[in-house]
């Protein structure tokens, strides 16, 4: 991995550390750090790897329980198209099981919604 400038500002913003904190952290100065983000500083590899350190350490591991939804959103068998679309922009997703009875018959995902978009969607039911 090539670690730039950007990289090290994204990396640092991901974490949700100001500049001066990480500055703090890795020993090193707020303005070398904004030096270092804005690409006007080529900073030492032994600087570059305090700062990484900072950062990987900062990471917190991402597990199924902190991305995951307990509440599942869901399409009805006969739903509307145009209300899962709605529901789908709404909450931010690209897919949706759908149920019948409370079982899992299937899902919709965006793409197929695309691939028909030619069609009255209007009329359309899942």
């Known amino acids: 991995m090539i670690t730039t400038g950007k990289t090290v500002r994204e990396m640092r913003e991901e974490q949700r550390f100001s500049q001066a904190e990480l500055a703090r952290l ?5 303005a070398h750090v ?6 006007k500083s080529d900073p030492r590899l032994s600087t570059v790897n305090k700062i990484l350190a900072v950062l990987e350490k900062g990471k917190k591991k991402k597990t199924c329980r ?3 939804t307990k509440r599942i959103i869901t399409a009805g068998m006969g739903e509307p198209v145009t209300k899962l ?17 409370g079982r899992s018959i299937g899902s919709v995902h965006e793409k ?4 028909n978009a030619h069609r009255n969607l209007s009329r359309l039911r899942v």
Do not use: Y
């Not at 890795?26 to 707020?30: K, L, R, V």
């Open 26 to 30: 890795a020993g090193i100065s707020q």
């Open 34 to 39: 904004a030096k270092i983000e804005a690409g």
């Open 66 to 68: 902190s991305i995951m």
């Open 85 to 101: 679309i709605s529901t789908m922009k709404r909450m931010g997703i690209s897919q949706m099981p759908v149920v019948k009875d």
């Open 112 to 115: 197929a919604i695309i691939n």
